[in-house]
């Protein structure tokens, strides 16, 4: 980006681009990802990304967020369905009411690690401070303490009114994360410089290449 940077100032005096202040939300750098033009694109290059990227069609700056979140071992599978889900084309629920407004942006699914946080807050009564145990544990793979961790947060939410059977299934989607997701700060930087990198490509291709 500061070499690209660099060469756009120096042919196009009159840019005065600033690296450090470079847009991330440029409508032609959306589309430039969502047509799959991602060489050379941060995070966004390799084939499987693409599939990802025609699978969700992203129309915003929050869709590469998710979109880099989900392109992880524990979310990958959603993929598709966060696609179908976002299009309208998939019926979901959020397990309970009280989620939707943490899962909602997500379509039903989880994808960041301070949804967990918030999941274990809401549902099972944890402090933050046991919620973020609990996210260790997940975003660790901590197989052996998310086991002991299952019955503390299986027994929390029955305490606050969830049947066996909620309980079971919303831990059972938090088991599956364990297999590595991100949180969302650390995607939204990397979702960051991903359109910064494709807004330079689509508005001065030369300098970029």
Known sequence: ISNCVDLVNEHYPDAKLDKFSLSHEEQDAIDIIASTRTMGVFQLESSGM?????????????????????FRPGPLPYIESYGR??????????F???????????????????????????MAGFSLSEADVFRKAVSKKEVKVLQNQE???????????????????????????????LNKSHSVCYAMIACQMAHLKAKYPLEFY
């Open 50 to 70: 693409k599939r990802a990227i025609r699978a969700i069609q992203p129309t915003c700056f929050e869709d590469i967020v998710a979109l880099v979140a989900l």
């Open 85 to 94: 889900r976002k299009s309208g084309l998939e019926k979901f629920d959020y």
């Open 96 to 122: 309970s009411d009280d989620l939707k407004e943490i899962l909602a942006p997500t379509y039903g699914i989880i994808v960041y690690q301070e949804q967990i946080i918030q999941i274990a807050v809401k």
């Open 151 to 181: 019955e503390h947060f299986i027994s929390g939410a029955q305490k606050n009114g969830y049947s066996l059977k909620v309980s079971k299934e919303v831990f059972a989607m938090i088991s599956t994360f364990a297999n590595y997701g």
